[in-house]
């Protein structure tokens, strides 16, 4: 990749990228990689999720 590539590209997509590419070279085909690397996603996603709570609380209901 290009120095000018990697500067517009966001460090999510560079990350992904870069795991996709390590995932290949151990022999991981494109579709378990692709499994593999939402499952990390989704787990990162149910994470944040519960810092939040952590951090604020649950979420509450506003009444009308």
């Given at each position: 990749?290009h120095?000018?590539?990697?500067?517009?590209?966001?460090?999510?997509?560079?990350?992904?990228?870069?795991?996709?590419?390590?995932?290949?070279?151990?022999g991981?085909s494109?579709e378990?990689?692709?499994?593999i690397?939402?499952?990390?996603e989704?787990?990162?996603?149910?994470?944040?999720?519960?810092?939040?709570?952590?951090?604020?609380?649950?979420?509450?209901?506003?009444?009308?």
């Open positions: 990749m120095a000018a590539d990697a500067r517009q590209r966001p460090k999510g997509a560079e990350a992904r990228s870069d795991l996709f590419q390590a995932l290949a070279a151990v991981v494109p378990q990689a692709d499994e690397v939402s499952e990390l989704a787990g990162a996603v149910a994470g944040a999720h519960t810092d939040l709570e952590f951090a604020w609380g649950p979420p509450t209901r506003l009444s009308r």
